[in-house]
């Protein structure tokens, strides 16, 4: 089968087309023939070599998300899967493939009207805004700002959070506020936040070294949860803010859907899907390219101008 593999870390012409064996299920896993492949920017950072450290190594097959049909199911796995429409987390690296292997924990079954591209829009970053949003304890009514919320993770929080009250965002352009507006956006605001200040909840897909200047404008009992750090790592000493602002009891937290359980990741996907095939929720697709120019899909990450995701399809 065709597949895409990380050639050299660096540039995305380190990505390299290439051919491998079809991929056989195993004990627990079902086979996907794949149609969709959402592209993360966890992609881009392995291919930079970024993550080194954790082991990433030259031949390495990126991508996490994909949407298709099973073909191929494996011992434990009942054969009622066959034929299924479903979404597939296959792990930190295995998507951009046009067969994929994944454990059935992480396969949904996609409602009949759902495509392919709009569930690797909505899989992996639905999950992250709803469970984001409740590490937050976030309530109804409270104001909340997303920080970064042009990419996959905010939209879906900014959708989530303005069903019941106010949304600030953060975003770099004007024509990037508006189409966050009509996602349910209340407030838009520069990257900088400008002079705006008093928020209860502040989900951060930024971090980086402006992180304790946002801290410092939560509302007392106020909560940041960071969900990303696209902007690289904060200072070291941010906490000396949060010390600073004692008497206003605010929290800080990071929050990663790993320590979510498998059942609660499904039960919430499902209920995403369904409110998207309904209508309810917009799957944001910046563009639909075929998997053979994944290096083209890296370089329009790389460049910023990605609102939302890109997919690849087979
Ligand atoms: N918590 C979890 O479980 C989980 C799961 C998956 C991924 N992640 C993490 O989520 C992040 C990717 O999320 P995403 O795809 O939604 O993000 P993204 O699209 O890569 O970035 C979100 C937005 O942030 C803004 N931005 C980029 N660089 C910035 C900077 N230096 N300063 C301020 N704003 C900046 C950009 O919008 P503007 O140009 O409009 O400002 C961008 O569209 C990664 O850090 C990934 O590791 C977390």
Known sequence: MKAI??????????????????????????????AAIGVAGADTL?????????????????????????????????????????????????????QAVAPLADVVQLPPDLSFVDAVTLGSAGVVAHFGLAHAHFAPGESVLVRGAAGSLGIMTVQLAARS????????????????????????????????AGWDVIIDVVAGPDLPSFLDRLNPNG???????????????????MMAAFRRSTSFATFSSDTVSADDR????????????????????????????????????????VFGRIVLTT
Do not use: C, N
Not at 14 to 20: I, Y
């Open 223 to 241: 909560r940041m949860v960071v969900v990303g750090a696209v902007g690289g790592q904060p200072p070291a000493d941010f906490g000396v803010t």
């Open 46 to 98: 392995i291919r930079s070599g970024a993550l080194a450290a954790y082991g990433f190594r030259a031949g390495h097959v990126p991508g996490s998300e994909v949407a298709g049909t099973v073909t191929a199911v494996g011992d434990g796995v009942g054969p009622e899967w066959l034929g299924r429409r479903v979404w597939a987390f296959t792990g930190t690296g295995g998507g951009y493939v046009e």
């Open 165 to 196: 009250g106010p949304v600030s965002v953060t975003t770099s352009s004007p024509e990037r506020g508006e189409r966050l507006r009509q996602l349910g956006a209340t407030h838009v605001l520069d990257r900088s936040g400008g002079s705006s």
């Open 5 to 34: 593999a990380i050639r050299t870390f660096g540039g995305p012409d380190g990505l390299a087309v290439v051919e491998l064996p079809d991929p056989v299920p195993a004990a627990g896993q079902v086979l996907v023939d794949v």
């Open 266 to 305: 499904r039960a919430v996907r499902t209920g995403q899907f369904a409110a998207a095939e309904r209508g309810e929720l917009a799957a944001v697709v910046h563009e639909v390219l075929p998997l053979e120019q994944a290096v083209l899909a890296h370089r329009k990450m790389d460049a910023g101008e």
